[in-house]
């Protein structure tokens, strides 16, 4: 059983910072490529951010610049820092791992359940 957690949503003026987290526990041999997406109101899913095991990161255009992501690989645990936030960053936000069970089991997809973030005045 595998069980990703976020924390650190909530409502911010347009300018300010927030910082999630996420932490993925149970029975965890490893974890790859760990990442973040956030979901606006009647819209789709969209890919925020992603960092590879090896420190590989990528970003969508419009958060570049403003928000950074990072992990501890000991502590299977990963942050997004976001900075000068916009209203349109108004999501609820999900944290995402590609996790193996065990030493010869192909690793899969895993989601947090999700936590809000409002931009708002």
């Known amino acids: 059983q595998v069980q990703l957690v976020e924390s650190g949503g909530g409502l911010v003026q347009p300018g300010g910072s927030l910082s999630l987290s996420c932490a993925a526990s149970?029975?965890?041999?490893?974890?790859?490529?760990m990442g973040w997406y956030r979901q606006a109101p009647g819209k789709q899913r969209e890919l925020v951010a992603t960092?590879?095991?090896?420190?590989?990161?990528n970003y969508v255009d419009s958060v570049k610049g403003r928000f950074t992501i990072s992990r501890d690989n000991a502590k299977n645990i990963v942050y997004l820092q976001m900075n000068n936030l916009r209203p349109e960053d108004t999501a609820v936000y999900y944290c995402?791992?590609?996790?193996?069970?065990?030493?010869?089991?192909?690793?899969?997809?895993?989601w947090g359940q999700g936590t809000q973030v409002t931009v708002s005045s």
């Open positions: 995402n791992g590609e996790i193996s069970v065990g030493v010869s089991v192909n690793p899969r997809t895993y």
């Open positions: 149970g029975s965890i041999f490893r974890v790859y490529q």
């Open positions: 960092m590879t095991r090896g420190s590989i990161t």
